[in-house]
T-cell receptor, first 114, second 110 residues
Framework: DAGITQSPRYKITETGRQVTLMCHQT?????MFWYRQDLGHGLRLIYY???????DKGEVPDGYVVSRSKTENFPLTLESATRSQTSVYFC?????????????FGNGTRLTVT | AQRVTQPEKLLSVFKGAPVELKCNYS??????LFWYVQYSRQRLQLLLR??SRESIKGFTADLNKGETSFHLKKPFAQEEDSAMYYC????????????FGTGTRLLVSP
């Protein structure tokens, strides 16, 4: 399912640095999402986007910034990384907000903040 | 508020044994429930959704509104079922409100 790709797969950064995680999908799906996966918390929604130039906060948006200038790209930026942002980040897309349209996930980015 | 609870972090069974992965939810409206699975070195993917009333890879899940549960069941586990399973709930507003449980790792031993 190579339609949605995340980069990098692994990233180590230092506290206070800015880091951007990339997400690209080739399906022209309207909806895109960023989740973080942590032990004991499962997956939690950070931000989502309904279309180009339309983004909204999810459950845990603090410390993150997103943009969506093109339908196919949905980068996630940590403006000043903190250790609490060490996590595995998943990007996902969906053709629509309708629940019979499944979420398609990327492979994830494992981020470590030292 | 929406909440999904998966009480077991790890479920270990032998091949051929029945499997039940528990999922309980809290939601005041009419829920839409899903099971997602992540096999080793693979992407998280949809396994099944209650609205479809389907059986995928021998797994079924029935929504019990009285007990607010959506347990995943399979009568005879296979080694290839070993994976991480996530129960998820969406309100009728769509995926932007999808809430995941903490996940259960299923380990099927030969």
């Amino acid at each position: 399912d190579a339609g949605i790709t995340q980069s990098p797969r692994y990233k180590i950064t230092e506290t206070g640095r800015q880091v951007t995680l990339m997400c690209h999908q080739t399906w022209s799906h309207s909806y895109m999402f960023w989740y973080r996966q942590d032990l004991g918390h499962g997956l939690r929604l950070i931000y989502y986007s309904a279309a180009a130039d339309i983004t909204d906060k999810g459950e845990v948006p603090d410390g993150y910034v997103v943009s969506r200038s093109k339908t196919e790209n949905f980068p996630l930026t940590l403006e000043s990384a903190t250790r609490s942002q060490t996590s595995v980040y998943f990007c996902a897309s969906s053709e629509s907000r309708q629940l019979n349209s499944p979420l398609h996930f990327g492979n994830g980015t494992r981020l470590t903040v030292t | 508020a929406q909440r999904v609870t998966q009480p077991e972090k790890l479920l270990s069974v032998f091949k051929g044994a029945p499997v039940e992965l528990k999922c309980n939810y809290s939601y005041s409206g009419s829920p839409e429930l899903f099971w997602y699975v992540q096999y080793s070195r693979q992407r998280l993917q949809l396994l099944l959704r209650h609205i479809s009333r389907e059986s995928i890879k021998g797994f079924t899940a029935d929504l019990n509104k009285g007990e607010t549960s959506f347990h995943l069941k399979k009568p005879f586990a296979q080694e290839e079922d070993s994976a991480m399973y996530y129960c998820a709930l969406a309100g009728n507003t769509g995926f932007q409100k999808l809430v995941f449980g903490t996940g259960t790792r299923l380990l099927v031993s030969p």
